[in-house]
């Protein structure tokens, strides 16, 4: 299993410009988490998917930011139009169905590197 | 919803000492705290967890504690070693229905040799 994965590693963007960023959760996994992690807010939650239908959009910052999850292998998160202060590390994290007493396999992405200058 | 404080939010040892990060949680119907090694420039990934139903739960070097009626858990760290320098993420969730961890702000571990 290739595990979470996410592209690109790294992006540096002009402030303006639109970001999309994205990932590809673990097969069988139906469950899929946007994260914002900062030094001063630390591990943000901004949104979550359940069988690929968003549950809970409440951390989403602003009207700037948007997600998609099309189907169950891939899912995006879009900027637009990006600023300096979104500058961060974006991660993606999916988990499987809950069992009874067992781990549901959550993991996270190696994360997406945001900057906008 | 449920809410996790987690401290300190730096801890500085040196090497072969003791470390001990602490956190509480709001919720009493969580009943799964996992905790989370992130080295720099990585992901965070699972290192313990715990579940309501026991008190303690041990894996060579580190160790998890948790005491259900002051609703707050603990990680040890035994022998640091250099290599454990990272943060450190707690969380609290629910087991059953849709998994959603609430994670605590985080310590930064520094090992010094």
């Known amino acids: 299993d290739a595990g979470v994965i996410q592209s690109p590693r790294h992006e540096v963007t002009e402030m303006g410009q639109e970001v999309t960023l994205r990932c590809k959760p673990i097969?069988?996994?139906?469950?899929l988490f946007w994260y914002r992690q900062t030094m001063m807010r630390g591990l943000e939650l901004l949104i979550y998917?359940?069988?690929?239908?968003?549950?809970?959009d409440s951390g989403m910052p602003e009207d700037r930011f948007s997600a998609k999850m099309p189907n169950a292998s891939f899912s995006t998160l879009k900027i637009q139009p990006s600023e300096p202060r979104d500058s961060a590390v974006y991660f993606c994290?999916?988990?499987?169905?809950?069992?009874?007493?067992?781990?549901?396999?959550?993991?996270f992405g190696s994360g997406t590197r945001l900057t906008v200058v | 919803g449920e809410n996790v404080e987690q401290h300190p939010s730096t801890l500085s040892v040196q090497e072969g000492d003791s470390a001990v990060i602490k956190c509480t949680y709001s919720?009493?119907?969580?009943?799964?705290f996992p905790w989370y090694k992130q080295e720099l420039g990585k992901r965070p990934q699972l290192i313990i967890d715990?579940?309501?139903?026991?008190g303690e739960k041990k894996d060579q070097r580190i160790a998890v504690t948790l005491n259900k009626t002051a609703k707050h858990f603990s990680l040890h760290i035994t022998e640091t070693q250099p290599e454990d320098s990272a943060v450190y993420f707690c969380?609290?969730?629910?087991?059953?229905?849709?998994?959603?961890?609430?994670f605590g702000r985080g310590t930064s571990l520094i090992v010094h040799p």
């Open positions: 998917f359940n069988n690929n239908v968003p549950i809970d």
């Open positions: 097969s069988g996994h139906n469950s």
């Open positions: 919720d009493s119907a969580s009943n799964y």
């Open positions: 715990i579940r309501s139903n026991v």
């Open positions: 994290a999916s988990s499987g169905p809950q069992r009874a007493g067992g781990f549901n396999g959550y993991t």
């Open positions: 969380a609290a969730s629910i087991s059953g229905g849709s998994y959603i961890p609430t």
